[in-house]
């Protein structure tokens, strides 16, 4: 497996980026769009976001047109919409593909990762939930529906969490 601290990233405003930055930290990864019906999911992210920052915890927000274009804004309207309507203060990477021939190296690497049914490969839906450990091995995958503050999400983010 591609060491992911490794994997180039670009933040939503155009600066360089990589998970290295979160060494030592777990990093909820989660594939995000403005107009989808799970937008609202962007509330309970922001939730685990501030309240286990100072146990170790990063969320990262991946902005994706790829689900019925339900992301189709800027990075500066992504931002905006973002904060006014969510108070999103955790990290968001530049508009990202996370299925195709475009998939971007990052999610090459988090597909290969079973959910709880023991099933891999393409991300389903915006809001596709990859636990990443400290160590920075993917140690969960959560489907769109399984809500950010869903008990199995809490227990996993607070194992790893220790």
Not at 65 to 77: H, I, L, Y
Not at 143 to 155: F, L, M, S
């Amino acid at each position: 497996m591609t060491d992911l601290a490794s994997i180039p990233l670009t933040a939503l405003d155009g600066s360089e980026l990589s998970l290295s930055e979160y060494a030592g930290r777990a990093v909820l990864v989660v594939n995000v769009a403005s107009k989808c019906g799970l937008t609202p999911q962007y509330a309970a992210l922001e939730k685990l976001a501030t309240d286990y920052a100072d146990c170790g915890l990063t969320v990262l927000g991946v902005p994706c047109n790829q689900f019925m274009g339900q992301e189709p804004g800027t990075a500066e309207e992504i931002q905006t919409f973002c904060s006014t309507t969510y108070g999103v203060s955790f990290p968001l990477l530049e508009k990202t593909d996370v299925n195709g021939e475009s998939r971007h190296p990052l999610y090459v690497e988090l597909t290969k990762t079973a959910d709880a049914t023991g099933a891999a490969g393409d991300v389903q839906w915006n809001f596709e939930k990859f636990l990443i450990a400290r160590d920075g091995s993917v140690t969960n995958r959560f489907r769109p529906t399984t809500v950010p503050d869903a008990p199995e999400v809490i227990a996993a983010i607070e194992k790893e969490l220790g």
